[in-house]
């Protein structure tokens, strides 16, 4: 992975000022570890009339699969190899942008004590990238980069030289070019546009990244023509960042507005935020259809099993016709970020006497487990290796038999309407596998004819009708109680 910046200079202001302000000498070679490689800066050319600084990083294909994003769909027969052979070690992504704001921090930030006068001022840059995923192609690129003051190209490369009929694909040469712009302004337009070009990012996005697209957009996002599109891609599509992100870019646009269009943009802003219908995060629809289900089965004693950190417990405590909860989760950690979300040390008395939270795993039978309405698995069983999934059966429908069970899974099908999804990768680095639709039922019928159950199928969220729903959820009813179960 390989981008270059190039400047120029005169007597009075020489090229190797470019050193100065990258604080990065040019007779050094200089390394840099990353948490997925190592970083390289070095000077192809330095001299007062021209001045070269190139960026090699050299991506380490085990570490990404080791921090779980370089996994195939589970079950293809070149998944393993899919891990390690891929685009990720050659094509400028999330990975470059990342190496430029550790390697160049102070650079990106336009400090540099020594010329702070030339770091202020625009400079003749020349920016380029060999491999450049563009999803979007050369028109989006040049969308995205012309605005800023850059004269761009990108030349489509082609899918083999030596076979030019294939076409092209979906990468990129980039050139960027501009005279107007100052060294921190082009590195903060390559920080951020570089992962919405490739459209993905190598690692979770949280609510701080709404807080770093602000910073590296700071006078230029704003009143970008593209900022939905930006801004949605960087979030990883995420609609709750994506959305807190647009709303304080409008407040930054209204705050340099005139006092004379300010009501007027108000008033325009309130009137779309109104009609414009806000989706439901799926997670909250899996779980309003699961409070559903337990409602309509009548139970008041429930297992939330694999219960994570917590928020089906805090919402079932909600209910006052719920009078025991048990959240039973193999993980510690999750236990205890459940219990301080559930504010247990804090909890009254006659609420606490209506939850627990205990550690174990369903792998193994547990006596603590019998005797309940119903039981939830909610995204669990997607992340057990499938050898074990028959000792997570046996110890939910064979040993602890709640009258009602109901599990939830991704339905796999529905991943190739997630954008911001490879092809060939599951939603999570933990899964394990992903089932479709036939498979799911065909597992689910089998477990209640071998325990005595009924099983019915219902989607989760927008039913497609090419692929269904993006999740799947099976509601077990139980039919036959064993003389074991009548005993305990």
Not at 72 to 90: E, F
Not at 147 to 171: E, I, N
Request: negative net charge; glycine residues 6%; charged residues 25%.
């Amino acid at each position: 992975m390989f981008l270059t910046i190039t400047t120029t200079g005169v007597p009075e202001r020489p090229a190797t000022d470019l050193g100065f302000l990258l604080h990065k000498h040019p007779e050094k070679a200089q390394t840099f570890s990353t948490s997925h490689g190592t970083a390289y800066v070095l000077y192809p050319e330095a001299d007062d009339q021209r001045c070269t600084a190139a960026l090699l990083l050299e991506v380490d294909a085990v570490a990404m699969v080791r921090r779980g994003k370089g996994k195939g769909r589970g079950g293809a027969p070149d998944a393993a190899l899919a891990q390690y052979v891929n685009d990720r070690p050659y094509a400028a992504s999330s990975l470059l942008a990342v190496a430029l704001s550790a390697v160049f921090s102070s650079a990106m930030r336009g400090v540099c004590a020594a010329r702070p006068r030339r770091a202020a001022e625009p400079l003749p840059l020349r920016i380029e990238v060999p491999a450049l995923p563009a999803r979007g192609g050369p028109d989006l690129v040049r969308g995205l980069f012309e605005p800023l003051g850059w004269t761009v190209t990108a030349d489509p490369l082609a899918l083999d030289s030596a076979f030019p009929d294939w076409g092209d694909s979906r990468y990129v040469r980039l050139v960027l070019e501009s005279d107007t712009l100052t060294l921190a302004a082009a590195l903060r337009h390559l920080y951020v546009l570089l992962p919405v070009l490739d459209d993905a990012k190598h690692y979770w996005v949280s609510a701080d990244e709404v807080d770093k697209l602000l910073r590296a957009g700071e006078g230029w996002l704003p009143g970008h023509p593209e900022q939905a599109l930006i801004t949605s891609r960087y979030l990883a599509r995420r609609w709750s960042l994506t959305r807190q992100a647009r709303e304080r870019l409008e407040l930054v646009r209204l705050a340099e507005t005139d006092d004379s269009e300010v009501e007027e943009i108000d008033n325009a802003v309130a009137a779309e935020t109104e009609e414009a219908e806000k989706p439901t995060p799926l997670a909250v629809q899996r779980r309003d259809t699961i409070l559903a289900a337990l409602t309509a089965s009548g139970a008041t004693r429930v297992l939330d099993l694999g219960c994570g950190q917590g928020q089906l417990v805090q919402a079932l405590l909600k209910d006052p016709r719920y009078t025991e909860i048990v959240g039973l989760d193999v993980s510690v950690r999750a236990l205890t970020i459940a219990a301080r979300r559930l504010k247990l040390d804090r909890m009254g008395e006659r609420q606490a006497s209506r939850v627990r939270l205990v550690q174990g795993s369903l792998a193994y039978t547990d006596k603590r487990l019998r005797g309940y309405d119903a039981a939830v698995l909610s995204e669990v069983i997607e992340h057990l290796d499938l050898p074990r999934l028959p000792a997570l059966e046996y110890a939910v429908f064979g040993a602890a038999r709640p009258g009602t069970v109901l599990v939830t899974t991704p339905n796999v099908e529905y991943n190739v309407r997630w954008e911001s999804l490879p092809a060939g990768h599951v939603r999570h680095g933990d899964h394990r596998f992903e089932w479709t639709r036939a498979e799911f039922r065909s597992w689910a019928e089998t477990v209640a004819a071998r325990h005595g159950y009924t099983v019915d199928l219902r989607p989760v969220g927008p039913d497609d009708p090419e692929v269904g729903p993006p999740t799947q959820l099976a509601v077990f009813t139980l039919t036959t109680v064993t003389e074991e179960a009548k005993a305990a």
